[in-house]
């Protein structure tokens, strides 16, 4: 049984910083691409970044290359997203995501909450 249990949000002043967790089980961790998406208030779910099972590849969002940074911890289950420079168009639940190929499956946690005001 797949658990994705997000954490680690908050609220954070512009220009601040903060990493989100995801705790993952259920599945071999080590082996499966995980990624990052955030949902604005009143908007869709978008694609903010994702890390290779030997955190040899990374991908970001337009909107958030250079600023934030995906890593992993395969010795944990964990993956984390490093937000830096933030701002209030960041506003956001962030979510953990796991895709299982092999039952065509979207895994989602329940998220974090994230909010840069001043």
């Known amino acids: 049984q797949v658990h994705l249990v997000e954490s680690g949000g908050g609220l954070v002043q512009p220009g601040g910083s903060l990493r989100v967790s995801c705790a993952a089980s259920?599945?071999?961790?080590?082996?499966?691409?995980m990624r990052w998406y955030r949902q604005p208030p009143g908007k869709g779910r978008e694609f903010a970044a994702s890390i290779s099972p030997t955190s040899s590849s990374t991908n970001y969002a337009d909107s958030v290359k250079g600023r934030f940074t995906i890593s992993r911890d395969n010795g944990k289950n964990t993956v984390y997203l490093h937000l830096e420079n933030l701002k209030p168009e960041d506003t956001a639940v962030y979510y953990c995501?796991?895709?299982?190929?092999?039952?065509?499956?979207?895994?989602w946690g329940q998220g974090t909450q994230v909010t840069v005001s001043s």
């Open positions: 259920g599945f071999t961790f080590s082996r499966s691409l």
């Open positions: 995501n796991y895709f299982d190929y092999g039952k065509a499956t979207n895994y």
